[in-house]
Every structure is written in structure tokens, then in C-alpha cells.
């Protein structure tokens, strides 16, 4: 559950790039897409010239470029692949070369792409980080910086495979689908087919996909076995493989496709819990029981994660218009009704609003809480109890969760045909990306806002398990590539 909040260089470039897209054309309007387009440009040019590295990216760095990190501070020959790294700035860049027909924002994807598949491993997937000074410089990282990620877990470990969490691997993957799709240049035909192969082999037969792949079990740590092998919905791993292969199916036509999708989808059916808790956790483990993660992620049942699953089932009703996928919503959506928090539980850690748990103990639905003390790594621990207090400020223990929307949406999925609900699913397709309206205004403001190198330089929030040398929360001046 990990999730980056907007940031400047590139956000102008996407603004003024809906902008564009949304086409309006009076005067004052083709005035302003020109100020678009040669704003989009400065600010491109200072990124492929000034901040990529091998044409890859990390999410921040300093003005002067002496620090730069991506979810943890990095070395200078690393770049991120997880979003909002490399994959999400490719893109950005192939969706300006869409729009505009500009060669130099092919170029720059391009850049991105190659940097991309240089870091592609031997089994066709990604990990978080490509380094390019080596697998011995990447090492060193884990040993040093990586280890001392106290609530990143999953960095404390050099495991030497790839990884589905927080989309990295499905997104390289789809980025390289576009790539070849914009002018089937064999170049990336077989870097994309890799990619395919991995994201199919690495399906458990029951329909589920593990967190990392080849499989690896061998960082047990707080008395918890790995749980990278687990079956995962932490971070919509099984939905965003599944929407990968759709994406394929879609464009490439390949029947092969099929057979992993429908037991992706059929995985939801059968992870459900039964009720009363008829909801879904983050990861199951190989006796397809809800399973513990990380340390501050117990085993339980998750109102946020059920609440996705709710949305993605819908969604594959429409998708296929078997409304298999429709039935267990309603228990699901009654349990969520039933798992309010009591009044007791709103204490001053709460925020406005909050209306579930994040995690409920399986059985007896007991409210679950994460607690955290100490200074580091080596310093301090975390617990789980029934304290509705003094939570860790990296995870939310609470949520506000609407279920009203979630309802009504079942309710029109309901009353819709198989047919109807086909046809809807049609006007989502995902290549080309969809284009919303950007008010002017916004763009004006963004544009003005831009200083004559051609970036943004903003606040940035340096919290603790980003910043391991300085441990204590602080702010910097410095430019994200985030969008």
C-alpha cells in the first residue's frame, strides 16, 4: 500500500498535454497549446539532458543533483523502475510523441525503453532498482542502504529476482507493449515477448501470482516465513498482470492469452472469505489462508483491499459479461456495512472521517493495529494489538471507506445485460491512454511557475525510511519527476 503524491517537472508536461488532447481551438486556445508545446519541450530537454541517467529515472533529486533517491536515496548509476520512475516518465514521453507527432519525445522514450531493457533480468521481469555499475554495486546497496529500511522490508533483502509489487514489472511490461505497438519496430519485439513469457510462467495454476519470481524462500525474518512466494493482492499485482495480458489480448490477438486471464480473474472468486467475513487480505498463503506480510501486516481481512477486489470483479463482468463475477458482492459489501468502527475506536490518532480498520483479525473481526517504537532499524520494533493508538505515520491503521458508491455501482452492473455491460467495457480500452479536460487556468499557472532552466523546484518531504544517514523527518528543496 505504498503511494507517492503528485509532483512538478513532469506534471506540466502531462497538464498541458490533456490540454492539448482535449481539443479546443479558438484563438486564445491555440495561443496557450503553443505556450504547451514549448513549455512541454524545455522541460523534457532538461530531463533526458540534465537528470536521466542511461535515459532512466528516479523520483527526486537535488537541485544540484549531489542526492538524488528513489523510494530510498540511491547511488548515482542507479535508476528506479518502480513508479513514478522510469516506466511512468517512458509514458509520459510516448504519450507527448502521440499527440504530437515530436521525434524528440519518441527518442526520449526510447531512452527510457533501452534503459529498461538493459535491466531486464535473465527471467524477463524487473526488480525495483536497475543499477548499471553492476550486480556487485546493487549488492553493496542492499548491504548498506537497503538493510536500514526499517518499515521498507522488502529493500533489506538482495533476492536477485524480479518483482510484481507496486507494479513494477507489469508496467515495464506494458510500457514495452506500447513501444512496439507505436511502429512495430521488431527492436522490441523480444525484450516485450520476454516479458510476456515471464508474467505467464510465474501464474500459480490456481490462478494467483506470487510477489516476486523465480520463487525464493529464503528471508524469514521476525519469525514469519517469506512471504514473497504468497499468493498477492497487496498492490493490485493480480490485476494489474491480469490487465497486462487483456492489453495483449487486445492488441496482439494471441489466444494463448486467455487461459491466464480467466484464471487471474477466477482467483478472486476463490480467495473470498466466507461469511461473515466474506472479504479478501493482501496475500494468502499456499494452503490459500490470509497471511501475514511485513511486520506491520497481519494476517486479516482488509475493508481497502475488498473494496478493490469488489471494483475489479465488476469490472470483469463487464470484461467477459459472466456474471459469475457478480455473486459474492454482496457479501462482501454486507460485511463491509458490518465492520464500521465503533465510536471508541475514533481517538485523536484518527482522521477526519475514518470510517474501517485497515486490518480485522480473522474470526472474530476484532479491529487490528499496527504500533511501532524506537529510532531505527536496529532500535526498534513493531507489534500488533487492539489499541486503536499511537500508530506508525508510514501506513494508515484507519480508512474512510464510501459504501454507498460501491453499492450503487454493483446495483447498475446488476441491471445491466451481458451485452451492455460489453459494450461499456469497450469504451475503456487502455492504448491510447484516456484523456480528461485540464482547465487553462491550471495550465497557465504551471507554466508561469517554471524557472528558466526549465523545472519546477518544490518542497520535498524527506521522511525517515527514505533518508537513512539523517534519520529524523525533513524538508528539502528539489525536483521530482513524479506525475
Not at 507517492?4 to 479558438?26: D, E, K, M, W
Not at 475489479?312 to 460485511?335: H, M, S, V
Request: aromatic share 14%; proline share 6%.
Amino acid at each position: 500500500m505504498k503511494r507517492t503524491p503528485p509532483g512538478l517537472p513532469c506534471l506540466c508536461l502531462s497538464v498541458a498535454l490533456l490540454f492539448i488532447l482535449s481539443g479546443n481551438t479558438a484563438r486564445a486556445d491555440e495561443q496557450l497549446k503553443r505556450q504547451c508545446l514549448d513549455t512541454m519541450k524545455k522541460a523534457t530537454t532538461f530531463m533526458v539532458e540534465n537528470v536521466s541517467t542511461n535515459g532512466g529515472y528516479l523520483w527526486h533529486y537535488l537541485p544540484d543533483m549531489s542526492r538524488s533517491w528513489g523510494e530510498m536515496e540511491a547511488y548515482d548509476t542507479m535508476i528506479w523502475v518502480q513508479p513514478p520512475g522510469t516506466t511512468t516518465m517512458g509514458h509520459l514521453f510516448l504519450d507527448a510523441y502521440h499527440v504530437t507527432g515530436d521525434e524528440y519525445y519518441w527518442e526520449a522514450a526510447e531512452k527510457a525503453a533501452r534503459a529498461l531493457i538493459w535491466g531486464q533480468l535473465e527471467c524477463g521481469g524487473w526488480n525495483y532498482i536497475i543499477d548499471f555499475a553492476g550486480d556487485r554495486s546493487l549488492k553493496e546497496w542492499y548491504d548498506t542502504v537497503g538493510k536500514n529500511g526499517w518499515r521498507l522490508e522488502e529493500f533489506q533483502y538482495y533476492y536477485g529476482n524480479a518483482t510484481f509489487d507496486d507494479d513494477v514489472s507489469s508496467d515495464a511490461a506494458k510500457f514495452l507493449l506500447r513501444m512496439y505497438l507505436e511502429k512495430m519496430d521488431p527492436a522490441y519485439k523480444y525484450p516485450l515477448d520476454k516479458a510476456i513469457d515471464f508474467i505467464i510462467e510465474s501464474q500459480y495454476p490456481i490462478g494467483g501470482w506470487p510477489q516476486r519470481y523465480p520463487l525464493r524462500y529464503d528471508f524469514s525474518h521476525h519469525g514469519k516465513p517469506d512471504y514473497t512466494s504468497f499468493y498477492t493482492f497487496n498492490d493490485d499485482v493480480v490485476w494489474e498482470n491480469v490487465n497486462f495480458l487483456i492489453q495483449c489480448y487486445q492488441t496482439l490477438g494471441d489466444p494463448r492469452f486467455l487461459d491466464p486471464i480467466r484464471r487471474g480473474m477466477n482467483f478472486y472468486i476463490i480467495t473470498q472469505q466466507a461469511a461473515p467475513q466474506a472479504g479478501w487480505g493482501q496475500q494468502y498463503d499456499h494452503n490459500m489462508n490470509s497471511a501475514a506480510a511485513r511486520s506491520y501486516e497481519p494476517a486479516s481481512v482488509m475493508p481497502g483491499q475488498t473494496r478493490r477486489n469488489i471494483l475489479d470483479l465488476i469490472n470483469f463482468f463487464r470484461i467477459t459479461g459472466n456474471r459469475k463475477y457478480l455473486r459474492g458482492i454482496p457479501d462482501a459489501i454486507e460485511w463491509l456495512e458490518n465492520s464500521r468502527l465503533p465510536k471508541d475506536h475514533i481517538t485523536e490518532d484518527s482522521r477526519q472521517g475514518v470510517t474501517h480498520a485497515t486490518f480485522y483479525e480473522l474470526g472474530n473481526n476484532k479491529p487490528l493495529y499496527a504500533h511501532r517504537e524506537g529510532t531505527s532499524i536496529d532500535k526498534g520494533h513493531y507489534w500488533i494489538d487492539y489499541e486503536p493508538r499511537n500508530f506508525p505515520g508510514h501506513y494508515g491503521m484507519q480508512q474512510r471507506l464510501d459504501i454507498e458508491p460501491l453499492k450503487r455501482e454493483y446495483e447498475r452492473a446488476l441491471a445491466q445485460t451481458p451485452d451492455e455491460a460489453m459494450q461499456e467495457y469497450e469504451l475503456k480500452k487502455v492504448l491510447p491512454r484516456p484523456v480528461r479536460k485540464i482547465d487553462p487556468e491550471t495550465v497557465e499557472k504551471l507554466i508561469k511557475s517554471m524557472d528558466d532552466r526549465g523545472i519546477w523546484v518544490e518542497e520535498l518531504a524527506i521522511p525517515d525510511y527514505i533518508d537513512v544517514v539523517n534519520n529524523p523527518r525533513r524538508k528539502l528543496m528539489g525536483i521530482r519527476t513524479q506525475t
